[in-house]
């Protein structure tokens, strides 16, 4: 369905006229306007990191934003199998550009243990640092945790966004 939906969209967004017929939706000789500032079309983003949205994300992509994963999968596992997926459509790779959780810490945590932009400042820095030397374009730094019980005042997430941001150019 997602897959179906995301092409009916680009469809929308380049065709004069557009018309589909699906298993899901279908129209004919729609017209939209205006038409999308950015040409062909806005970039499209998609998450996951499961087979089908790494599929998916080849397939339709600009971009592909694979949601906290861990350094290790991502350039052993996740990269060579968007590289496959990517060749498998005949498109270029799309970009990568994850989200990762921002939990800063006072000391070092265990590098076994943590999650990617979790820990201190400088392991933090690190995965920034590798995400870049991986190829992220953009590394989108979430402050929510999962659990609204957990949430922090927004003063301290703009705290540790904040000292990210002044230790690392643009």
């Known amino acids: 369905m997602t897959?179906?939906?995301?092409?009916?969209?680009?469809?929308?967004?380049?065709?004069?006229?557009?018309?589909?017929?699906g298993e899901f939706l279908s129209f004919r000789d729609v017209r939209t306007a205006p038409r999308p500032a950015r040409s062909p079309h806005p970039p499209i983003w998609v998450g996951?990191?499961?087979?089908?949205?790494?599929?998916?994300?080849?397939?339709?992509?600009?971009?592909?934003?694979?949601?906290?994963?861990?350094?290790?999968?991502?350039?052993?596992?996740g990269l060579p199998r968007m590289r496959a997926a990517a060749e498998a459509a005949g498109r270029p790779m799309p970009a990568l550009c994850p989200r990762?959780?921002?939990?800063?810490?006072?000391?070092?945590?265990?590098?076994?243990?943590?999650?990617?932009?979790?820990?201190?400042?400088?392991q933090v820095l690190?995965?920034?640092?590798?995400?870049?030397?991986?190829?992220?374009?953009?590394?989108?730094?979430?402050?929510?945790?999962?659990?609204?019980?957990?949430?922090r005042p927004a003063a301290e997430d703009w705290r540790m966004l904040e000292a990210v941001t002044a230790r690392r150019p643009g």
């Open 100 to 122: 990762i959780n921002l939990q800063l810490e006072a000391a070092d945590l265990d590098e076994e243990q943590r999650r990617s932009g979790v820990g201190s400042l400088a």
């Open 3 to 21: 897959d179906e939906y995301l092409a009916a969209i680009k469809e929308l967004w380049t065709a004069e006229v557009a018309s589909m017929s």
């Open 126 to 151: 690190r995965d920034l640092d590798e995400l870049a030397d991986l190829g992220s374009e953009y590394v989108v730094l979430d402050t929510y945790l999962g659990r609204p019980e957990d949430r």
């Open 48 to 77: 996951g990191s499961s087979t089908a949205a790494i599929r998916r994300a080849a397939r339709f992509a600009d971009a592909w934003h694979p949601i906290d994963p861990r350094l290790a999968w991502l350039r052993d596992t």
